[in-house]
């Protein structure tokens, strides 16, 4: 603070602080004392008070301890500046002459500090190209990994969507493979499975057995099944029957438990509807859910996956580059 307020020209708080610096024993850093003289030397002279700067300086160069030449040499210049302005011709003349004598040594004390100085901003520069480097090596290693995981990654992605599309155009085909075989095959089949695999399964009347195949196909090819409060007992009393008859005959006919059954055709459905209908190419996966039946999105998307072989957005995204093309 007291050399701020030198500097700023206030001499009287710079004396103040510097006075209070003085105060302080510091065992540790003497030569702290030094400087504060010179500063105070500085105000004196800023002062106009000549011989309590002559003074100040004094007490530090009559030390034996004092080795500083550097300071040592501003202290002449102030001696110099205070005697010349008390009209001392002969103290002016003297540490004049002290200071030419030292001139050598301090231009020698500078140079080596102005060495010092300019090897540890080498040192520096080359600590700082050495980092540099480093980053840029680091740099070219995370790009060249980025390159590498994006180029993998693209790989992955188009492999993934070309095993997607292969699924895609599979259950495309068997849906239209099931279309035909539903339309032309004969009733009759129906009745010599119907006497081969009562035999061997639960005992369902044959008369009972055959009506509910007859209604299971009217009602394959309504939307009925689109009713999401649909359940085995609901549409038994819709057929006349008992929900074991149905249960049974879905299962031994259709080779599946009365879920998976109403869910395979809701997802058919769905995807028929999407194909034949572009409009549905812009409706949100919850509306199709909803449209098809499902209670939730996340029911529709799992069962659609395990039914198709892919979620709704890929056979969405299939379907619609399909339509782009025809």
Not at 88 to 97: L, P, T, V, W
Not at 109 to 132: C, F, P, R, W, Y
């Amino acid at each position: 603070m007291g050399v701020s307020y030198a500097y700023l020209k206030q001499n009287d708080s710079a004396e103040y602080f510097l006075n209070k610096a003085l105060a302080i024993r510091d065992t540790e850093n003497k030569e702290f004392k030094y400087f504060i003289y010179n500063t105070l030397a500085k105000v004196y002279g800023d002062k106009n008070q000549h011989q309590r700067a002559i003074d100040s300086l004094e007490v530090v160069l009559n030390e034996a301890a004092f080795k500083d030449n550097r300071l040592r040499a501003d202290m002449y210049k102030k001696l110099i500046a205070s005697y010349k302005a008390l009209n001392n011709k002969e103290k002016y003349i003297e540490y004049s002459e002290k200071l030419i004598e030292l001139e050598p040594d301090v231009k020698d004390n500078n140079l080596k500090g102005i060495n010092t100085a300019v090897s540890e901003e080498q040192k520096n520069v080359l600590d700082k190209i050495s980092d540099k480097e480093g980053h840029n090596q680091l740099l070219i290693i995370s790009c060249g990994l980025l390159i590498l995981i994006g180029g993998i990654s693209v790989v992955y992605i188009n492999q993934k969507r070309k095993k997607e599309k292969l699924i895609y155009q599979n259950f495309i085909s068997n849906l239209e493979k099931q279309e035909i075989k539903e339309a032309f095959e004969p009733k009759e089949i129906i009745q010599l499975e119907i006497e081969e695999k009562e035999k061997a399964s639960f005992s369902i009347p044959s008369s009972a057995e055959t009506m509910i195949l007859e209604k299971l196909d009217k009602f394959e090819t309504s939307t009925k099944f689109t009713n999401a409060k649909l359940s085995v007992a609901s549409l038994a009393v819709m057929f006349k029957t008992n929900p074991t008859y149905l249960s049974e005959t879905i299962k031994k006919h259709k080779e599946k438990n009365f879920n998976n059954y109403i869910n395979e055709l809701r997802i058919n459905y769905i995807c028929k509807q999407i194909l034949e209908r572009p409009e549905f190419l812009n409706y949100k996966i919850s509306y199709l859910a909803e449209h098809a039946g499902f209670s939730s999105h996340s029911t529709f998307t799992t069962i659609f996956k395990s039914v198709t072989g892919i979620s709704p957005s890929v056979f969405l995204r299939e379907a619609d580059k399909k339509r782009m093309i025809i």
